[in-house]
T-cell receptor, first 109, second 112 residues
Framework: RKEVEQDPGPFNVPEGATVAFNCTYS??????FFWYRQDCRKEPKLLMS???SGNEDGRFTAQLNRASQYISLLIRDSKLSDSATYLC??????????FGKGTHLIIQP | NAGVMQNPRHLVRRRGQEARLRCSPM?????VYWYRQLPEEGLKFMVYLQKENIIDESGMPKERFSAEFPKEGPSILRIQQVVRGDSAAYFC??????????FGQGTRLTVV
């Protein structure tokens, strides 16, 4: 199965700071990219899709770098409620979707 | 359009019994994924199915575990002769193809 790699963290970040995660993927034929968020012991939920041109949703910005095969997630002005595990998801072809193991983020007051 | 439905939400089994976990995908979704999550660990891929076909079962233990997604009805993850180490949260996700997937709320299996 194709690989999706993430730094597991935890990332400990003070409230109000900016934090960024990267995720690398091995399948150069991948066509779809997403970030999911998982709160403690709950099901993962779609945070945002990642488009070739990059996209922004409020304080969240996602970027795709096809040449280097990574996607990134930037969170500005972090809130306590942003504390969660962020999962990188890559799709394309017969393998369907491949999930990374997640990056654990802790926002500290 | 109801979301992905998993049942039961909680399941308790004694060692040696069978556990059957059900997942009804969202309407129009023909792709189903099963994941296992042990306490304090990340999601671990188990199996990827499309209607009536197992596409990738590389994450599923070779013994005691099986999965199906019949033409009609929910996807079933079956664990035979459960052991304590099978205690975990089992999540199912569905998607219409390799686009965004939606997760069910999970089944918490406890083996006593």
């Amino acid at each position: 199965r194709k690989e999706v790699e993430q730094d597991p963290g935890p990332f400990n970040v003070p409230e109000g700071a900016t934090v960024a995660f990267n995720c690398t993927y091995s399948n150069s034929a991948s066509q779809s990219f997403f970030w999911y968020r998982q709160d403690c012991r709950k099901e993962p939920k779609l945070l945002m899709s990642v488009y070739s041109s990059g996209n922004e949703d409020g304080r969240f910005t996602a970027q795709l770098n096809r040449a280097s095969q990574y996607i990134s997630l930037l969170i500005r002005d972090s809130k306590l409620s942003d504390s969660a595990t962020y999962l990188c998801v890559v799709g394309g072809g017969a393998d369907g979707l491949t999930f990374g193991k997640g990056t654990h983020l802790i926002i500290q007051p | 359009n109801a979301g992905v439905m998993q049942n039961p939400r909680h399941l308790v089994r004694r060692r040696g019994q069978e556990a059957r976990l059900r997942c009804s995908p969202m309407k129009g979704h023909s792709h189903v994924y099963w994941y296992r999550q042990l306490p304090e660990e990340g999601l671990k891929f188990m199996v990827y199915l499309q209607k009536e076909n197992i596409i990738d079962e590389s994450g599923m233990p070779k013994e005691r575990f099986s999965a199906e997604f019949p033409k009609e009805g929910p996807s079933i993850l079956r664990i035979q002769q459960v052991v304590r180490g099978d205690s975990a949260a089992y999540f199912c996700a569905s998607s219409p193809r390799d686009t965004e997937a939606f997760f069910g709320q999970g089944t918490r299996l406890t083996v006593v």
